[in-house]
Protein backbone atom coordinates (compact mmCIF):
# COMPACT_ATOMS: atom_id res chain seq x y z
CA UNK A 1 0.00 0.00 0.00
CA UNK A 2 0.88 3.41 -1.36
CA UNK A 3 2.06 5.51 2.09
CA UNK A 4 -0.03 8.94 2.03
CA UNK A 5 2.70 11.43 1.46
CA UNK A 6 2.90 9.44 -2.30
CA UNK A 7 -0.99 9.85 -3.28
CA UNK A 8 -1.56 11.67 -5.97
CA UNK A 9 -4.72 14.08 -6.46
CA UNK A 10 -6.05 16.12 -9.23
CA UNK A 11 -6.83 19.57 -8.08
CA UNK A 12 -6.23 22.86 -8.52
CA UNK A 13 -2.48 24.02 -7.59
CA UNK A 14 -3.23 26.80 -4.56
CA UNK A 15 -0.47 30.01 -5.62
CA UNK A 16 -0.32 33.06 -4.02
CA UNK A 17 1.90 35.37 -5.97
CA UNK A 18 3.78 38.30 -3.59
CA UNK A 19 4.88 41.45 -5.54
CA UNK A 20 5.34 44.75 -4.34
CA UNK A 21 3.54 46.73 -6.93
CA UNK A 22 0.63 45.44 -9.41
CA UNK A 23 -1.09 46.43 -12.24
CA UNK A 24 -3.52 48.12 -12.72
CA UNK A 25 -3.45 49.05 -9.13
CA UNK A 26 0.32 50.17 -7.96
CA UNK A 27 2.98 50.40 -10.92
CA UNK A 28 6.65 51.89 -11.75
CA UNK A 29 7.74 49.70 -14.39
CA UNK A 30 7.58 46.05 -15.59
CA UNK A 31 7.09 44.01 -12.07
CA UNK A 32 3.75 45.78 -11.93
CA UNK A 33 3.14 44.58 -15.28
CA UNK A 34 4.00 41.30 -14.62
CA UNK A 35 2.54 41.16 -11.64
CA UNK A 36 -1.05 42.42 -13.28
CA UNK A 37 -0.83 39.95 -16.26
CA UNK A 38 1.14 36.80 -15.09
CA UNK A 39 -1.82 35.32 -12.97
CA UNK A 40 -4.57 35.86 -14.92
CA UNK A 41 -2.59 33.35 -17.55
CA UNK A 42 -1.89 31.44 -14.34
CA UNK A 43 -5.57 30.54 -13.59
CA UNK A 44 -6.30 29.79 -17.34
CA UNK A 45 -3.36 26.68 -16.69
CA UNK A 46 -5.43 25.12 -14.14
CA UNK A 47 -3.93 27.26 -10.75
CA UNK A 48 -6.19 29.02 -8.10
CA UNK A 49 -4.75 32.13 -8.05
CA UNK A 50 -4.30 35.00 -5.57
CA UNK A 51 -2.08 37.95 -5.60
CA UNK A 52 -0.88 39.52 -2.05
CA UNK A 53 0.77 43.22 -2.34
CA UNK A 54 0.77 46.45 -0.51
CA UNK A 55 -2.28 48.82 0.46
CA UNK A 56 -0.27 52.34 -1.05
CA UNK A 57 -2.24 54.94 -0.39
CA UNK A 58 -1.51 55.95 -4.06
CA UNK A 59 -3.99 52.84 -5.49
CA UNK A 60 -6.95 54.54 -6.90
CA UNK A 61 -10.10 55.23 -5.05
CA UNK A 62 -12.17 53.99 -7.00
CA UNK A 63 -10.26 50.56 -6.75
CA UNK A 64 -10.14 51.29 -2.94
CA UNK A 65 -14.14 52.14 -2.12
CA UNK A 66 -14.61 48.12 -3.76
CA UNK A 67 -12.10 46.85 -1.28
CA UNK A 68 -13.73 44.75 1.47
CA UNK A 69 -11.81 44.30 5.05
CA UNK A 70 -11.11 40.36 5.58
CA UNK A 71 -9.11 40.47 8.77
CA UNK A 72 -6.65 41.98 10.94
CA UNK A 73 -3.82 40.45 13.75
CA UNK A 74 -0.17 42.15 14.50
CA UNK A 75 2.56 40.61 12.72
CA UNK A 76 6.11 40.33 14.90
CA UNK A 77 8.92 42.06 14.22
CA UNK A 78 11.74 41.95 15.98
CA UNK A 79 10.58 44.07 19.33
CA UNK A 80 7.68 45.53 17.28
CA UNK A 81 4.46 44.04 17.44
CA UNK A 82 2.59 45.91 13.96
CA UNK A 83 -0.96 46.29 12.79
CA UNK A 84 -1.80 44.48 9.77
CA UNK A 85 -5.02 44.82 8.34
CA UNK A 86 -5.77 42.52 5.18
CA UNK A 87 -8.26 44.38 2.51
CA UNK A 88 -9.63 42.28 -0.38
CA UNK A 89 -10.88 42.81 -3.69
CA UNK A 90 -11.99 40.71 -6.55
CA UNK A 91 -10.77 42.10 -10.31
CA UNK A 92 -11.27 40.21 -13.74
CA UNK A 93 -11.93 36.88 -11.35
CA UNK A 94 -8.61 37.10 -9.07
CA UNK A 95 -8.85 37.63 -5.37
CA UNK A 96 -6.20 40.68 -4.80
CA UNK A 97 -5.44 41.07 -1.19
CA UNK A 98 -3.62 43.96 0.36
CA UNK A 99 -1.41 44.39 3.31
CA UNK A 100 -2.53 47.56 5.14
CA UNK A 101 -0.44 49.48 7.54
CA UNK A 102 -0.53 53.31 7.34
CA UNK A 103 2.28 54.01 8.76
CA UNK A 104 4.71 51.85 6.01
CA UNK A 105 2.75 52.31 3.10
CA UNK A 106 -0.06 55.83 3.73
CA UNK A 107 2.85 58.00 1.66
CA UNK A 108 3.22 59.70 -1.52
CA UNK A 109 5.50 57.33 -3.41
CA UNK A 110 6.02 53.38 -3.25
CA UNK A 111 9.84 53.53 -3.12
CA UNK A 112 12.93 55.94 -2.10
CA UNK A 113 12.35 56.24 1.47
CA UNK A 114 14.85 55.79 3.99
CA UNK A 115 13.12 52.89 6.01
CA UNK A 116 12.39 51.13 3.13
CA UNK A 117 14.35 48.04 3.94
CA UNK A 118 11.86 48.07 7.33
CA UNK A 119 9.40 48.68 5.21
CA UNK A 120 9.24 45.90 2.72
CA UNK A 121 10.72 43.68 5.85
CA UNK A 122 7.16 44.44 7.16
CA UNK A 123 5.77 43.59 4.19
CA UNK A 124 7.32 40.39 3.95
CA UNK A 125 6.77 39.06 7.22
CA UNK A 126 3.02 40.12 6.94
CA UNK A 127 1.87 38.05 3.96
CA UNK A 128 3.83 34.84 5.23
CA UNK A 129 1.70 35.89 8.85
CA UNK A 130 -0.96 36.43 6.86
CA UNK A 131 -1.12 32.62 5.16
CA UNK A 132 -1.99 31.60 8.52
CA UNK A 133 -4.65 33.65 9.28
CA UNK A 134 -6.59 33.84 6.30
CA UNK A 135 -8.23 30.94 5.01
CA UNK A 136 -8.05 32.05 1.17
CA UNK A 137 -4.26 32.79 1.53
CA UNK A 138 -3.59 28.67 2.24
CA UNK A 139 -1.36 27.98 -0.44
CA UNK A 140 0.70 25.43 -2.09
CA UNK A 141 3.46 27.54 -3.74
CA UNK A 142 4.43 31.44 -2.70
CA UNK A 143 5.69 33.20 -5.82
CA UNK A 144 8.12 35.80 -4.48
CA UNK A 145 8.89 38.59 -7.03
CA UNK A 146 12.40 41.02 -6.83
CA UNK A 147 14.40 42.45 -3.37
CA UNK A 148 10.86 43.57 -1.67
CA UNK A 149 9.40 40.12 -0.89
CA UNK A 150 12.92 38.59 -1.20
CA UNK A 151 13.03 38.17 2.68
CA UNK A 152 9.69 36.03 2.79
CA UNK A 153 11.16 32.80 2.18
CA UNK A 154 13.57 33.49 5.09
CA UNK A 155 11.01 34.10 7.59
CA UNK A 156 8.80 30.91 6.14
CA UNK A 157 11.42 28.84 7.02
CA UNK A 158 12.84 30.16 10.18
CA UNK A 159 9.68 31.44 12.13
CA UNK A 160 7.09 28.99 11.00
CA UNK A 161 6.33 25.51 11.04
CA UNK A 162 3.07 22.89 11.18
CA UNK A 163 1.48 21.10 8.21
CA UNK A 164 -0.44 24.54 7.12
CA UNK A 165 3.84 26.25 6.54
CA UNK A 166 5.75 22.97 6.08
CA UNK A 167 3.32 22.68 2.79
CA UNK A 168 4.50 25.80 0.76
CA UNK A 169 6.82 25.82 -0.97
CA UNK A 170 8.42 28.93 -2.53
CA UNK A 171 9.53 30.30 -5.93
CA UNK A 172 11.73 33.21 -6.31
CA UNK A 173 11.64 35.56 -9.14
CA UNK A 174 14.20 38.45 -10.37
CA UNK A 175 13.50 40.82 -12.20
CA UNK A 176 16.78 43.11 -12.13
CA UNK A 177 19.74 41.96 -10.35
CA UNK A 178 20.85 45.87 -9.63
CA UNK A 179 18.31 46.53 -7.21
CA UNK A 180 18.85 44.04 -4.15
CA UNK A 181 18.04 45.19 -0.67
CA UNK A 182 20.84 46.01 0.84
CA UNK A 183 21.21 46.97 4.67
CA UNK A 184 23.42 47.42 7.27
CA UNK A 185 24.01 44.11 9.70
CA UNK A 186 22.33 46.32 12.32
CA UNK A 187 19.12 45.36 10.54
CA UNK A 188 19.40 41.35 11.68
CA UNK A 189 18.64 42.15 15.19
CA UNK A 190 16.75 45.58 14.88
CA UNK A 191 14.46 44.79 12.24
CA UNK A 192 14.42 41.54 11.09
CA UNK A 193 14.48 39.41 14.51
CA UNK A 194 16.90 37.14 13.09
CA UNK A 195 20.47 37.88 14.76
CA UNK A 196 20.40 35.10 17.01
CA UNK A 197 19.28 32.45 14.01
CA UNK A 198 22.93 31.56 12.59
CA UNK A 199 22.37 30.04 9.55
CA UNK A 200 19.80 33.13 8.53
CA UNK A 201 23.12 35.56 9.90
CA UNK A 202 25.51 33.41 7.78
CA UNK A 203 22.99 33.01 4.31
CA UNK A 204 22.04 36.69 4.51
CA UNK A 205 25.32 38.90 4.86
CA UNK A 206 27.05 40.18 1.77
CA UNK A 207 29.99 41.45 3.49
CA UNK A 208 31.27 42.11 7.14
CA UNK A 209 29.07 44.53 7.86
CA UNK A 210 26.21 44.23 5.45
CA UNK A 211 23.38 41.59 4.81
CA UNK A 212 21.38 41.25 1.66
CA UNK A 213 17.50 40.83 0.92
CA UNK A 214 17.62 39.36 -2.55
CA UNK A 215 21.09 36.94 -1.45
CA UNK A 216 18.14 35.87 1.42
CA UNK A 217 16.05 34.75 -1.11
CA UNK A 218 18.43 33.02 -3.43
CA UNK A 219 19.19 30.70 -0.74
CA UNK A 220 16.15 29.95 1.20
CA UNK A 221 13.86 29.73 -1.89
CA UNK A 222 12.76 26.02 -3.45
CA UNK A 223 13.35 27.68 -7.05
CA UNK A 224 14.59 30.21 -8.55
CA UNK A 225 13.93 32.12 -12.09
CA UNK A 226 14.71 35.05 -14.05
CA UNK A 227 12.65 36.62 -16.86
CA UNK A 228 14.49 35.44 -19.81
CA UNK A 229 16.08 32.32 -20.58
CA UNK A 230 19.62 34.57 -21.48
CA UNK A 231 19.41 36.39 -18.80
CA UNK A 232 19.61 33.62 -16.55
CA UNK A 233 23.04 33.01 -18.22
CA UNK A 234 24.40 36.04 -17.84
CA UNK A 235 23.47 36.15 -13.92
CA UNK A 236 26.22 33.45 -13.68
CA UNK A 237 28.58 35.89 -15.27
CA UNK A 238 30.59 39.36 -13.16
CA UNK A 239 29.49 41.38 -15.71
CA UNK A 240 25.78 40.78 -15.26
CA UNK A 241 25.74 39.20 -11.64
CA UNK A 242 26.23 42.29 -9.38
CA UNK A 243 28.27 40.29 -7.22
CA UNK A 244 25.62 37.85 -6.96
CA UNK A 245 26.86 35.50 -9.89
CA UNK A 246 28.06 32.88 -7.23
CA UNK A 247 24.69 32.27 -6.06
CA UNK A 248 22.94 32.15 -9.00
CA UNK A 249 25.92 29.79 -9.89
CA UNK A 250 25.72 27.43 -7.46
CA UNK A 251 21.54 27.16 -7.83
CA UNK A 252 22.16 26.32 -11.31
CA UNK A 253 20.41 23.12 -11.16
CA UNK A 254 17.55 25.05 -9.68
CA UNK A 255 17.75 28.34 -11.24
CA UNK A 256 16.07 29.05 -14.93
CA UNK A 257 15.03 32.16 -17.45
CA UNK A 258 11.19 32.38 -18.50
CA UNK A 259 10.54 34.47 -21.12
CA UNK A 260 7.99 37.31 -20.10
CA UNK A 261 5.34 37.89 -22.18
CA UNK A 262 3.11 41.11 -23.01
CA UNK A 263 -1.17 41.99 -22.77
CA UNK A 264 -1.84 40.81 -26.11
CA UNK A 265 -5.33 42.92 -25.84
CA UNK A 266 -4.03 45.83 -24.84
CA UNK A 267 -1.19 45.92 -27.71
CA UNK A 268 -3.27 45.17 -30.80
CA UNK A 269 -3.44 47.08 -33.31
CA UNK A 270 -6.31 45.68 -34.77
CA UNK A 271 -8.98 47.12 -31.90
CA UNK A 272 -6.15 49.91 -30.52
CA UNK A 273 -8.52 52.92 -29.72
CA UNK A 274 -5.32 55.38 -29.42
CA UNK A 275 -4.58 54.69 -33.05
CA UNK A 276 -5.98 56.94 -36.08
CA UNK A 277 -6.39 53.95 -38.04
CA UNK A 278 -6.51 50.15 -37.12
CA UNK A 279 -4.58 47.27 -38.95
CA UNK A 280 -3.71 44.01 -39.06
CA UNK A 281 -1.15 41.81 -40.10
CA UNK A 282 -3.31 40.95 -43.18
CA UNK A 283 -3.70 44.28 -43.96
CA UNK A 284 -1.33 46.70 -42.86
CA UNK A 285 -2.95 49.79 -44.99
CA UNK A 286 -3.46 51.33 -41.31
CA UNK A 287 -0.25 51.17 -40.30
CA UNK A 288 0.86 53.98 -43.25
CA UNK A 289 -1.89 56.10 -42.16
CA UNK A 290 -0.63 56.29 -38.54
CA UNK A 291 2.96 56.88 -39.72
CA UNK A 292 1.59 59.88 -41.66
CA UNK A 293 -0.86 60.74 -38.72
CA UNK A 294 2.64 60.52 -36.02
CA UNK A 295 4.68 63.00 -38.75
CA UNK A 296 1.95 65.02 -38.47
CA UNK A 297 1.25 65.14 -34.68
CA UNK A 298 5.25 65.55 -34.17
CA UNK A 299 5.70 69.18 -36.97
CA UNK A 300 7.67 66.49 -39.35
CA UNK A 301 7.64 66.52 -43.15
CA UNK A 302 4.54 64.17 -44.45
CA UNK A 303 6.78 62.09 -46.26
CA UNK A 304 6.11 57.90 -46.33
CA UNK A 305 9.64 57.36 -47.71
CA UNK A 306 11.22 58.94 -44.34
CA UNK A 307 12.41 55.94 -42.12
CA UNK A 308 11.07 56.97 -38.85
CA UNK A 309 12.94 55.54 -36.24
CA UNK A 310 11.35 55.74 -32.15
CA UNK A 311 12.61 55.08 -28.66
CA UNK A 312 10.49 54.60 -25.73
CA UNK A 313 11.58 53.85 -22.40
CA UNK A 314 13.29 55.51 -19.78
CA UNK A 315 16.36 57.86 -20.50
CA UNK A 316 19.19 55.46 -18.61
CA UNK A 317 22.48 54.84 -19.45
CA UNK A 318 20.98 51.15 -19.00
CA UNK A 319 19.17 51.87 -21.99
CA UNK A 320 22.10 52.46 -24.48
CA UNK A 321 20.80 56.32 -24.18
CA UNK A 322 24.74 57.05 -24.40
CA UNK A 323 25.18 55.14 -27.56
CA UNK A 324 22.02 56.98 -29.26
CA UNK A 325 23.07 60.46 -28.20
CA UNK A 326 26.59 59.09 -30.22
CA UNK A 327 25.08 58.33 -32.96
CA UNK A 328 22.63 60.92 -33.26
CA UNK A 329 24.56 63.72 -35.53
CA UNK A 330 25.13 60.55 -37.93
CA UNK A 331 21.44 59.37 -38.18
CA UNK A 332 20.47 62.69 -38.72
CA UNK A 333 22.38 63.46 -41.95
CA UNK A 334 21.24 60.23 -43.50
CA UNK A 335 17.52 62.03 -43.53
CA UNK A 336 15.94 59.80 -40.63
CA UNK A 337 12.88 61.31 -38.40
CA UNK A 338 13.11 60.13 -35.10
CA UNK A 339 11.17 60.61 -32.03
CA UNK A 340 12.20 59.78 -28.45
CA UNK A 341 9.51 59.51 -25.63
CA UNK A 342 10.30 59.20 -21.98
CA UNK A 343 11.94 60.66 -18.77
CA UNK A 344 15.01 59.66 -16.50
CA UNK A 345 18.80 60.94 -15.98
CA UNK A 346 18.59 64.77 -16.22
CA UNK A 347 21.89 64.72 -18.06
CA UNK A 348 20.43 62.96 -20.88
CA UNK A 349 17.22 64.35 -20.80
CA UNK A 350 19.30 67.68 -21.67
CA UNK A 351 20.91 65.54 -24.55
CA UNK A 352 17.70 64.93 -26.04
CA UNK A 353 16.58 68.72 -25.73
CA UNK A 354 19.30 69.85 -26.91
CA UNK A 355 19.31 67.69 -30.52
CA UNK A 356 15.07 68.54 -30.58
CA UNK A 357 16.56 72.13 -31.08
CA UNK A 358 19.00 71.41 -33.29
CA UNK A 359 17.73 68.85 -35.57
CA UNK A 360 13.76 70.06 -34.96
CA UNK A 361 12.48 68.65 -38.64
CA UNK A 362 13.47 65.83 -37.63
CA UNK A 363 13.90 64.96 -34.15
CA UNK A 364 11.40 65.23 -31.02
CA UNK A 365 12.21 64.61 -27.62
CA UNK A 366 8.80 64.07 -25.86
CA UNK A 367 9.91 64.42 -21.98
CA UNK A 368 7.20 62.76 -20.54
CA UNK A 369 5.02 59.51 -19.73
CA UNK A 370 2.21 59.10 -21.90
CA UNK A 371 0.73 55.66 -22.46
CA UNK A 372 -1.54 56.39 -25.80
CA UNK A 373 1.40 58.85 -27.51
CA UNK A 374 3.33 55.58 -26.87
CA UNK A 375 1.01 53.52 -28.62
CA UNK A 376 0.93 55.85 -31.09
CA UNK A 377 4.54 55.86 -31.74
CA UNK A 378 4.89 52.29 -31.72
CA UNK A 379 2.35 51.59 -34.05
CA UNK A 380 3.44 54.98 -36.61
CA UNK A 381 7.57 53.59 -36.73
CA UNK A 382 9.48 52.10 -38.87
CA UNK A 383 12.17 50.81 -36.65
CA UNK A 384 12.07 50.80 -33.14
CA UNK A 385 15.86 51.25 -31.23
CA UNK A 386 16.80 49.58 -28.03
CA UNK A 387 20.37 49.66 -27.66
CA UNK A 388 20.33 48.01 -23.70
CA UNK A 389 23.68 47.63 -22.25
CA UNK A 390 21.70 44.88 -20.41
CA UNK A 391 18.11 43.80 -20.36
CA UNK A 392 16.29 41.50 -18.49
CA UNK A 393 13.34 40.63 -20.75
CA UNK A 394 12.12 43.83 -22.10
CA UNK A 395 8.80 44.58 -23.38
CA UNK A 396 8.99 47.40 -25.68
CA UNK A 397 10.72 45.24 -28.43
CA UNK A 398 7.33 42.63 -27.87
CA UNK A 399 5.34 45.72 -28.06
CA UNK A 400 6.90 47.81 -31.33
CA UNK A 401 6.44 43.85 -32.66
CA UNK A 402 3.16 43.57 -32.32
CA UNK A 403 2.52 46.91 -34.04
CA UNK A 404 4.60 45.67 -37.09
CA UNK A 405 7.57 48.17 -36.31
CA UNK A 406 10.87 46.32 -36.57
CA UNK A 407 12.86 46.60 -33.51
CA UNK A 408 17.13 47.52 -33.59
CA UNK A 409 18.55 45.55 -30.48
CA UNK A 410 21.75 44.93 -28.97
CA UNK A 411 22.03 41.11 -28.21
CA UNK A 412 21.69 40.67 -24.42
CA UNK A 413 18.92 39.14 -21.87
CA UNK A 414 15.24 39.07 -23.45
CA UNK A 415 16.07 41.19 -26.43
CA UNK A 416 18.17 38.26 -28.26
CA UNK A 417 15.28 35.58 -26.84
CA UNK A 418 12.64 37.89 -28.27
CA UNK A 419 13.75 39.34 -31.41
CA UNK A 420 15.29 36.99 -34.62
CA UNK A 421 18.09 38.77 -36.32
CA UNK A 422 17.07 39.74 -40.37
CA UNK A 423 18.75 37.23 -42.29
CA UNK A 424 19.11 37.65 -46.22
CA UNK A 425 19.52 34.53 -47.46
CA UNK A 426 16.63 32.82 -45.98
CA UNK A 427 14.38 36.21 -45.36
CA UNK A 428 13.69 34.97 -41.94
CA UNK A 429 14.05 37.54 -39.06
CA UNK A 430 11.44 40.13 -36.98
CA UNK A 431 14.31 42.80 -36.11
CA UNK A 432 18.37 43.93 -36.53
CA UNK A 433 20.91 43.28 -34.31
CA UNK A 434 24.36 44.14 -32.84
CA UNK A 435 26.87 42.47 -30.66
CA UNK A 436 29.02 44.65 -28.62
CA UNK A 437 28.00 47.74 -26.78
CA UNK A 438 28.98 50.11 -29.24
CA UNK A 439 27.53 52.48 -31.32
CA UNK A 440 29.09 52.27 -34.98
CA UNK A 441 27.35 48.14 -34.84
CA UNK A 442 24.47 49.95 -33.70
CA UNK A 443 24.58 52.25 -36.38
CA UNK A 444 25.37 49.50 -39.08
CA UNK A 445 22.08 47.32 -37.84
CA UNK A 446 19.67 50.47 -38.16
CA UNK A 447 21.30 50.97 -41.78
CA UNK A 448 20.71 47.29 -42.54
CA UNK A 449 16.94 48.04 -41.37
CA UNK A 450 16.96 51.36 -43.61
CA UNK A 451 18.65 49.83 -46.63
CA UNK A 452 15.70 47.34 -46.83
CA UNK A 453 12.95 50.09 -45.91
CA UNK A 454 14.07 52.01 -49.09
CA UNK A 455 14.95 49.72 -51.69
CA UNK A 456 13.08 46.41 -51.08
CA UNK A 457 9.15 47.44 -49.54
CA UNK A 458 8.15 43.70 -50.83
CA UNK A 459 10.71 42.28 -48.18
CA UNK A 460 9.88 45.21 -45.53
CA UNK A 461 6.28 44.42 -45.22
CA UNK A 462 7.40 40.54 -45.11
CA UNK A 463 9.25 41.35 -42.00
CA UNK A 464 6.30 42.96 -40.29
CA UNK A 465 4.14 40.27 -41.12
CA UNK A 466 6.77 37.38 -39.38
CA UNK A 467 7.30 40.64 -36.47
CA UNK A 468 3.47 40.81 -36.09
CA UNK A 469 3.45 37.23 -35.95
CA UNK A 470 5.17 36.21 -33.29
CA UNK A 471 3.04 35.06 -30.03
CA UNK A 472 3.90 36.88 -26.81
CA UNK A 473 0.89 36.17 -25.01
CA UNK A 474 1.15 34.99 -21.23
CA UNK A 475 0.34 31.53 -21.65
CA UNK A 476 3.74 30.54 -22.58
CA UNK A 477 4.99 31.87 -19.29
CA UNK A 478 2.26 30.44 -17.38
CA UNK A 479 3.03 26.81 -19.08
CA UNK A 480 6.48 27.24 -17.95
CA UNK A 481 5.44 28.51 -14.37
CA UNK A 482 3.20 26.14 -13.80
CA UNK A 483 5.58 23.30 -14.65
CA UNK A 484 7.95 24.71 -12.36
CA UNK A 485 4.64 24.42 -9.36
CA UNK A 486 4.15 20.57 -10.27
CA UNK A 487 8.12 19.49 -9.70
CA UNK A 488 7.55 21.34 -6.18
CA UNK A 489 4.27 19.39 -5.74
CA UNK A 490 4.29 16.09 -7.83
CA UNK A 491 1.88 14.74 -5.67
CA UNK A 492 -0.77 17.02 -7.10
CA UNK A 493 -1.77 16.42 -10.58
CA UNK A 494 -2.44 19.30 -13.15
CA UNK A 495 -5.73 20.28 -13.00
CA UNK A 496 -6.14 21.31 -16.73
CA UNK A 497 -8.72 23.92 -18.03
CA UNK A 498 -7.89 24.08 -21.79
CA UNK A 499 -6.49 21.98 -24.16
CA UNK A 500 -3.67 23.37 -25.12
CA UNK A 501 -0.60 23.29 -23.41
CA UNK A 502 -1.69 21.08 -20.64
Not at 184 to 191: A, R, Y
Not at 414 to 433: A, C, H, I, M
Request: a negative charge; glycine letters at 8%.
Amino acid sequence: MLKSATLRTRRKLKVLFASSEVAPFSKTGGLGDVAGALPLALRECGCKVAVISPNYASIPEHFKSKMKHVGDFYVPLAWRRLYCGIEHLVHRGIDYYFIDNEYYFARDGMYGYFDDGERFAFFAKALVEAIGHIELLHCDILHCNDWQTALAPVFLREFYSGELYDNVKTVFTVHNVKFQGQYSDFMLGDVLGLHEVSAAVDQLHCDEQSINYMKGALRYSDEVTTVSPTYANELKQPYYGEHLEYEFQRRAESFQGVLNGIDTLLYDPEIDVCLPKNYSVKNLVGKKACKRALQKELGFEDNPDKLMVSFVGRLTAQKGLDLICYGMDNMMSRGIQMVVLGTGDKDYEDSMSYFDERYHDQFRAMLTFDTELAQRIYAGSDLFLMPSQFEPCGLSQMIAMRYGTLPVVRETGGLVDSVQPYNRFTKEGTGFSFAHFNADEMLDAIYSGAEIFWTQQDEWRNLQRQAMSVDFGWQRAADEYVDIYHRLHPEVIRYVTRKSGS
